[in-house]
């Protein structure tokens, strides 16, 4: 396609002629609806090329509305993600955003029930309406994100942040990440610096991004400084192998990284069952926040919710100030722990 210039703003047709596509397929791909329409891949892709190309964006009308700021933020979930107790992973991404709004003046609208989908996901869009339109603009989060609403919500230029990695085809949604590459690799470091060259992986039932960013994070590592790990985990398998922890308590392995605590505890118990301790015979890391308990703390890592609450707040604000700022990411830094699950490795 070649580049065009326009007096006027493009419309859904104008996409559709230059994708070569009718004006209904171009409706369902940005409405998010191309799966279910049975839409092809291909189409999709120049669908979403030709909107890049002519710089479209959905309901002028409501983006006209929007210039009339009201200075509130809306804070979207997908699921009964609000906490329960202090302790709830969702608490502190929640106190980051309340502490940082209330800083900049502005006032903070928690939906709660916007809309209803299946399986107790909570849905942005009802009957065709976005109830998000009461804030300025959003901060979305929770686990069972709906990409096609993503993508809807952006083609129709709503001011939103998206809290955690999501890939989402086609629409280049702005998102505070937490980097849980960087982090993976950097225990991984941290074994090698303790002796270990053969490790094994625990790998939890999750297959969302923020756990393959975990899992390339530490095989990255593992191949870069020529480490060795055969494990039922690093090829795909899920959860704990009776065998292959046979084998670890036999000596084949002197550390395991797992991504989850509830695994790491259960390691810790299977290797008791056989006779071995943490980490006097193994070493242990976990992926995730590890909370101290009776038996010491995990060597983990640290993900920073309340400053990438707070971040996610200051980019919402960004571009309300300048709808350009509408795509690109931020990651965000996790540090490490230091626990008493990792000692030398016993060659």
């Known amino acids: 396609m070649t580049a065009r210039r326009r007096e006027k703003a493009p419309s859904q047709a104008d996409v559709a002629r230059l994708a070569g596509v009718s004006q209904s397929a171009v409706s369902r791909v940005i409405s ?4 279910t329409a049975r839409i092809p891949e291909e189409t999709r892709q120049r669908v979403f090329e030709a909107v890049r190309e002519l710089g479209y964006v959905a309901n002028p009308a409501a983006r ?6 009201n200075n509130l933020l809306g804070v979207h979930t997908f699921e009964r993600v609000f ?7 969702y608490f502190e991404f929640l106190l980051g955003v309340e502490e940082r709004a209330e800083e900049t003046g502005f006032d903070l609208v928690l939906f709660t029930s916007t809309g209803s989908g299946t399986d107790g996901e909570r849905k942005i869009y009802n009957n065709g309406t976005n109830r998000l339109n009461l804030a300025d603009g959003s901060i979305l989060l929770g686990v069972a994100t709906d990409r096609g609403e993503l993508v809807r919500l952006w083609y129709e230029g709503y001011p939103f942040v998206h809290i955690g990695r999501r890939e989402v085809p086609g629409a280049e949604i702005p998102q505070i990440i937490p980097d849980y590459r960087s982090a993976s690799a950097q225990i991984v470091d941290r074994l090698a610096r303790h002796g270990h060259r053969r490790l094994g992986y625990v ?9 393959e960013d975990r899992r390339v994070g530490y095989a990255g590592a593992v191949e870069r400084l020529g480490l060795t790990d055969t494990s039922p985990g690093s090829r795909g398998a899920v959860g704990l192998d009776g065998a292959w922890l046979d084998e670890v308590a036999a000596g084949a392995v002197t550390a395991i990284v797992v991504e989850s605590v509830g695994l790491a505890n259960s390691v810790r118990e299977q290797l008791a069952a056989r006779g071995r301790k943490i980490p006097d015979d193994v070493s242990v890391a976990v992926l995730e926040a590890a909370p101290a308990d009776l038996s010491g703390q995990w060597d983990s890592l640290v993900i920073p919710r309340v400053e990438i609450g707070r971040l996610a707040v200051d980019r919402l604000q960004a571009m309300l100030d300048d709808p350009g700022l509408r795509t690109g990411s931020l990651l965000v830094p996790c540090p490490l722990i230091p626990g008493t699950t990792i000692t030398d490795a016993n060659e």
């Open 32 to 35: 998010g609806d191309a799966a």
């Open 64 to 69: 006209a509305m929007r210039k009339r700021r």
């Open 83 to 89: 906490p329960r107790a202090r302790e709830d992973f």
């Open 203 to 211: 790998r939890d039932w999750q297959e969302m991004e923020p756990y």
